[in-house]
């Protein structure tokens, strides 16, 4: 049976992961509508900056966090301006620091899929006089809904199984940055490894779950042209 720590860490871990893919549709959207449309110059060093937590140690991603979010960061003296405090071993900073490294996870399969869209649903709804964003609601959204969900499940499975940026940015407190990935590696240095073998079960089942519900109700992109 799982410990009242795991099913903590579990929960916390699912909050998460929830607020980050919530957050990163927000965000996401607008970034990858950007890239999948604009012909400017500066679209390959956006493609770039976004794709970089791709290839980026998480370490390395951390610590430019930490210090950006820390007391002297200008994030930092930015929130503590406002009264927030710093971010750093918080739960909101967690989310923060996971928003950056799921990015790419929400903006490629979106960017993907507008692309696939092509121009014709575009230019039938210009001829029948629909405004841009009565367009991008009414025909771009619908026929982008599989890279809508591609994108929210991948994001989500993969703030859930985040360490690095995690352990730099949150530490290890129980009931506030203690996610599972964390947890597990608890059990392991402290030899509990029957506790970590459940832990990462329920984990390896979850991810491997989700996956496969994506991958076979998964519907066929809309053809736009």
Known sequence: MLTDSDLQAIWLTTRLAGITTLILLLVGTPIAWLLARSRSRWKGPLGAVVALPLVLPPSVLGFYLLLAMGPHGPVGQLTASLGLGVLPFTFWGLVVASSFYSLPFMVQPLQNAFEGIGERPLE??????????DTFF???????????????????????????????IGGNIPGVTRVASVQIYDHVEAMEYADAHRLAAVMLIFSFTVLLAMYVRRPKPAKGD
């Open 138 to 168: 009414s025909v771009v959204l619908p026929l982008a809904k599989p890279g809508f969900i591609t994108a929210g499940v991948l994001t989500f499975a993969h703030t859930v199984g985040e360490f690095g940026v995690v352990l730099m």
């Open 124 to 133: 039938v709804a210009a001829t029948l006089r629909a405004s841009p964003l």
